[in-house]
Nanobody, 116 residues
Framework: QVQLVASGGGLVQSGGSLRLSCAAS????????LSWYRQAPGKQRELIAT???????NYADSVKGRFTISKDDTKNTVDLQMNSLKPEDTAIYYC??????????WGQGTQVTVSS
């Protein structure tokens, strides 16, 4: 299984930007999908962005037009560019792999805090 390490979180003002990165211990080539999730205290984990093996992208309505997911198979990384950040975006952000068999691996999460 691929081990993931997420980084890039921090404190940012409303309207600002952050770029999150997720580094994999092994190859991400051939995976069914790579995703970013987020979870605020007391709330369920929410899928916010996915990039599929063929390059198709999906976003939650709450982040469409503001966030962009991308991957680099040569570097074994998946990134999340976050623009026009809002206080509602405050959460722990997690990256996740999904195999063709339906299994996956989770990163440890990185905290994003957006001040109002």
């Amino acid at each position: 299984q691929v081990q993931l390490v997420a980084s890039g979180g921090g404190l940012v003002q409303s309207g600002g930007s952050l770029r999150l990165s997720c580094a994999a211990s092994g190859s991400i080539f051939g995976l069914y999908a790579l995703s970013w999730y987020r979870q605020a205290p007391g709330k369920q984990r929410e899928l916010i962005a996915t990039i599929f093996s063929g390059g198709k992208l999906n976003y939650a309505d709450s982040v469409k037009g503001r966030f962009t997911i991308s991957k680099d198979d040569t570097k074994n990384t998946v990134d999340l560019q976050m623009n026009s950040l809002k206080p509602e975006d405050t959460a722990i952000y997690y990256c996740k792999t999904t195999t063709w068999g339906g299994s996956g691996s989770w990163g440890q999460g990185t905290q994003v805090t957006v001040s109002s």
